[in-house]
């Protein structure tokens, strides 16, 4: 992977000062990531060269430089200082600042280009990775299975709306939030076995913690937080697979993300359910009753040992 630097409103100077941006260099260079930058308060002759590699990725402020770029299938971030506005068209995403960003950020958004699943964590037993057309079939299969369908939302109706729904997901989910509901699979054979990720806080749960926090009469659903979703195929479950994955997609709250609480909603009769968030460390707050169903709430803080 090499990065490109095209900044045409940056100067030489100016380019090292751009916020985040010596952090920023330091972990390419610790990571053997080499990258190049051209800020010379001027137009870039290197949009234009020959030598593109399928493994570049370029970072350019000037949307004349973006549109080349785009057209020579070369993947693209725009970086469009906060006080600046306009749309940024032909570009992956658009950054206002280099701050908190790592080399497997922009690594991320290159393989989301090239199609490639971007992998979250490894147990010793499961990969979990982002969701890609070919997994709908066995998950959309999974949330259809007896018991599974009771607790799950979505994926229960017409299959090509289902579909259509599921891939608009994978495309605009990870690259906008940088998480997600992500595909669990087997590490040695591949296998598809259900989904576990992150989401933001559903209606159901932003309606339980309101009613927690005024019992408790010290407000604090404003925290940051997620909330914590699983679904492990009937013939994976009671093999301690849902417990590896719910560490690893919490490891990636806490410790990448920064999130402060995690939250789980659970149907009050689902007690595997219940089970696998006590060993996951989560505390259950309460219940409460949400579209005709009694649900409890669970929370876990990244102090917890997982």
Same mark, same amino acid.
């Given at each position: 992977? &090499? ?19 010596? *952090?920023? #260099? ?7 990531? %080499?990258?190049?930058?051209? %800020? ?123 579909? *259509? ?5 994978? &495309? ?27 989401? #933001?806080?559903? *209606? ?43 560490? *690893? ?7 990448? #993300? ?49």
């Amino acid at each position: 992977m &090499r990065i490109k630097f095209l900044l045409e409103n940056q100067t030489e100077e100016s380019f090292y000062r751009l916020p985040g941006m010596d *952090e920023l #260099l330091d972990d390419l260079k610790a990571r053997g990531i %080499a990258w190049t930058k051209d %800020a010379s308060n001027g137009s870039h002759e290197e949009a234009y060269e020959t030598d593109w590699k399928q493994n570049d990725l370029a970072v350019t402020d000037s949307q004349e430089t973006a549109c080349r770029l785009a057209g020579r299938s070369v993947c693209c971030i725009g970086f469009q200082p906060s006080h600046n506005s306009g749309y940024f068209e032909g570009v992956q995403l658009v950054l206002q600042s280099f701050e908190g960003l790592d080399a497997d950020f922009f690594r991320s958004v290159l393989f989301r280009f090239q199609g490639r699943a971007v992998v979250i964590g490894r147990t010793p037993r499961l990969i979990l990775r982002e969701s890609t057309e070919e997994d709908f079939k066995i998950i959309y299969q999974i949330s259809r299975e007896e018991g599974n369908d009771r607790y799950v939302d979505g994926m229960t109706g017409d299959e090509a709306k289902e579909k *259509e729904a599921y891939l608009a997901y994978v &495309r605009k989910m990870y690259s906008f939030y940088g998480f997600g509901l992500w595909t669990v699979a087997q590490k040695v054979t591949g296998n598809v076995i259900g989904r576990c990720g992150l989401s #933001l806080p559903s *209606e159901e749960c932003d309606c339980l913690r309101a009613a927690f926090e005024k019992n408790q009469r010290s407000p604090g659903t404003e925290e940051p937080c997620l909330e914590l979703g699983y679904l492990i195929g009937k013939k994976y479950q009671r093999q301690g697979y849902g417990l590896e994955a719910g560490r *690893e997609a919490l490891r990636y709250a806490f410790d990448r #993300l920064g999130c402060q609480s995690v939250y789980a909603v659970i149907h009050n009769d689902n007690r595997p359910s219940a089970g696998l968030a006590r060993k996951l460390g989560f505390s259950r707050l309460g219940e409460g009753e949400e579209k005709g169903n009694r649900l409890d709430l669970w929370r876990m803080r990244p102090h917890k040992k997982i």
